[in-house]
């Protein structure tokens, strides 16, 4: 009887849909292409009308899609697969919806429909889904949504439209989403939001904006979320941020933004501000609270006045290639809680002693590719890092001109004076200091040399092809 009704259904939707277009009736038979759940080699045309099965197939909970191409989900999907809770589409060349398409789908859990060809989500398309919790449409290509694009979510958890070309956002879009947790819109064109966007998703807390195009930042947005637990703004254009949330439990990420200057207010935990314009520390007034800090990239230069002073409860601390030529004996003090220090990648000749003598709980201190004296090195392993047993890196490239290695890390020797004389560690000689400039100014020398080189071997193969 339901396989009548069914087939039914169809004739008469098949009238309705596509009267005067060139529709055609086809069957794909699931069991021919489809082994526990995987369904390969399937082809569905924009104009196909499809039936899958003679008779509703009962207990198929998941669903993948391989090496496949469909144009648009199957109109009988959920009819044939009533009980369908995951449906992974990825992939398959998708590019369009068909109206209505998930009656029937009140047990649909996830819905994967990244890497396809949408361009649009129209007006309440997700009527009947109304239980879903996850829905990924990365890497398509949408433009546009409607204020009722996500119409019936109300049990949205994690929506994902990262990878696509949005510009702007309707001010309702997201208003449905009264449960929703997790939003990447990562990888589009945004600029900016409407006022009041996030003001129904109280429920809000991993936030993923990067590699778009803000230029400014407004907390204010989020002002109704009470714990943020993520949020990324890595890759688009701001140059100062200021973050004013109540608690930012986790993390922030702002990598190559060209950021000069951060301020937070309130609790934050985690900060990775990878290669960005920062010339100082962020301004933190909680900073007691920060446990994780990378400013690895960022032209800091040397740490003056003591500016860690108030990061007490640091664990991981990256100032890789942050322009150090030295480190200031005190700037350490109040770490006593690191577990892992980063210093590689700058232009160091020696440290100070005194700079361990609070880092009681360091277990990881990478400090390879630096300009680092031979002598002074053999005693940095010997009496600190082999004697308390902490780990450390090898240096992986070969830098220019190198002297010699100390357990792997490049060193140089002091041309001026006897390759013998033992380093204290105390003091740095002017003569040293610009000894490790010029040795820098060599490598990037060189660096830029050869990334010319390459160009122009490209500008000759383009020439010779054009000839
Ligand atoms: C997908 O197709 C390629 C060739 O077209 C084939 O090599 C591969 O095994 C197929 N994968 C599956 C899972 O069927
Ligand atoms: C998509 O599938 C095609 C074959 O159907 C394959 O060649 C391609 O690598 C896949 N792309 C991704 C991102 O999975
Ligand atoms: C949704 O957008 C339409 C125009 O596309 C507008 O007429 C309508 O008022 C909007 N609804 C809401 C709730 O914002
Ligand atoms: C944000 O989304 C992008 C794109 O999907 C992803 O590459 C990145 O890892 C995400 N960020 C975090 C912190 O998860
Ligand atoms: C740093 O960011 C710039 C763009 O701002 C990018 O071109 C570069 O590749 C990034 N470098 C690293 C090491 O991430
Ligand atoms: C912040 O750190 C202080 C001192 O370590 C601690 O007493 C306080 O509970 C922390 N606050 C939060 C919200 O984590
Ligand atoms: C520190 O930052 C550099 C550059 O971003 C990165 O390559 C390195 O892995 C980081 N160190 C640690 C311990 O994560
Ligand atoms: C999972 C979760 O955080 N749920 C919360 C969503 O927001 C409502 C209030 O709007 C809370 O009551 C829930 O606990």
Redesign the pocket.
């Known amino acids: 009887m339901k396989f009548l009704f069914l087939f039914v259904c169809a004739i008469a939707a098949l009238h309705a849909h596509y009267n005067g277009h060139a529709a055609q009736l086809r069957r794909v038979w699931m069991q021919d292409h489809c082994q526990q759940g995987i369904c390969t080699g399937i082809e569905i045309g924009r104009n196909d009308y499809v039936i899958l099965s003679q008779m509703p197939i009962a207990k198929q909970l998941m669903l993948t899609f391989l090496n496949s191409s469909i144009a648009k989900i199957p109109h009988l999907m959920f009819d044939t697969f009533p009980d369908l809770q995951v449906l992974r589409m990825e992939n398959c060349s998708v590019e369009t919806f068909e109206k209505p398409q998930f009656e029937g789908a009140s047990n649909l859990m996830s819905l994967f429909l990244g890497h396809n060809l949408l361009r649009d989500i129209p007006k309440n398309i997700f009527l009947g889904a109304d239980n879903l919790n996850t829905l990924h449409m990365n890497h398509n290509q949408l433009r546009l949504l409607h204020n009722s694009s996500f119409h019936a979510l109300k049990e949205l958890r994690e929506l994902s439209l990262a990878d696509n070309q949005l510009e702007q956002l309707p001010l309702g879009v997201f208003t449905p989403l009264r449960k929703l947790l997790d939003l990447n819109l990562g990888g589009n064109r945004l600029a900016a939001f409407p006022r009041g966007i996030f003001d129904r998703n109280f429920n809000l807390t991993r936030i993923n904006l990067s590699r778009n195009r803000f230029v400014a930042f407004e907390s204010e947005l989020f002002k109704l979320q009470p714990r943020i637990k993520l949020l990324d703004l890595s890759g688009n254009e701001l140059q100062e941020l200021t973050l004013n949330f109540a608690v930012l439990e986790s993390s922030v990420h702002a ?2 933004c ?1 950021m000069r200057k951060l301020t937070v207010y309130g609790y934050i935990y985690e900060l990775e501000l ?2 960005n314009s920062l010339r100082e520390l962020p301004h933190i007034p909680h900073a007691a609270n920060v446990t994780s800090l990378d400013l690895s ?1 960022n032209p800091l230069g040397t740490l003056q006045g003591n500016p860690l002073r108030r990061y007490t409860g640091l664990q991981r601390l990256n100032l890789s290639a942050t322009g150090m030529h030295e480190v200031p004996e005190d700037v350490f003090k109040k770490q006593t809680q690191l577990k892992l220090l980063d210093i590689s990648a700058n232009s160091l000749y020696n440290l100070k002693f005194a700079l361990f003598s609070n880092l009681k709980s360091l277990q990881y201190f990478y400090f390879q590719q630096n300009n680092w004296n031979c002598d002074f090195l053999q005693l940095l392993m010997n009496s600190f890092v082999k004697k308390r047993d902490i780990s450390f890196m090898e240096d992986a490239t070969e830098p220019e001109l190198v002297d010699d290695y100390v357990d792997g890390v490049a060193c140089w020797y002091e041309s001026n004076k006897p390759a013998s004389k033992k380093c204290s560690g105390e003091g740095l000689s002017e003569a040293a200091l610009e000894l490790a400039i010029v040795r820098n100014d060599i490598k990037s020398f060189m660096e830029v040399v050869e990334k010319k080189f390459v160009k122009v071997y490209r500008m000759l193969d383009e020439l010779k092809m054009r000839l």
């Open positions: 990598n190559n060209d990878r290669n990239l």
